[in-house]
């Protein structure tokens, strides 16, 4: 059973940053990959971010590259987003996810609950 809580979103202006985290219960976090997903109404959840198991590859949507960065603290069963210069388009419930197995853009196997972002022009 793997849990994941996120917290950090809010209500923030274009151009600011803020910082999405993320803790997980369960067993085996040091080898999970783990990534960031994002929704909004209407729209299908897309993959924002990942990292692998060690923390020493990402992955980014282009549409954030540059701008998100994601990282983990693996003795803290924690893994971050970092979330710079923000755009009305990044507004969304942002999602922590886990893998069972390796890092996939196109889905995850576990998921958080989610925390919305707002992001205003």
């Known amino acids: 059973q793997v849990e994941l809580v996120e917290s950090g979103g809010g209500l923030v202006q274009a151009g600011n940053s803020l910082r999405l985290s993320c803790v997980t219960s369960?067993?085996?976090?040091?080898?999970?990959?783990m990534g960031w997903f994002r929704q909004t109404p209407g729209k299908e959840r897309e993959f924002v971010a990942g990292?692998?198991?060690?923390?020493?590859?990402?992955r980014y949507a282009d549409s954030v590259k540059g701008r998100f960065t994601i990282s983990r603290d693996s003795p803290k069963n924690m893994v971050f987003l970092q979330m710079n210069s923000l755009k009305p388009e990044d507004t969304a419930v942002y999602y922590c996810?886990?893998?069972?197995?390796?890092?996939?853009?196109?889905?995850?196997?576990?998921w958080g609950q989610g925390t919305q972002v707002i992001v205003s022009s």
């Open positions: 996810a886990a893998y069972s197995g390796p890092l996939l853009e196109s889905r995850a196997d576990y």
């Open positions: 369960g067993r085996d976090f040091t080898y999970r990959a």
């Open positions: 990292v692998n198991w060690r923390g020493d590859s990402t």
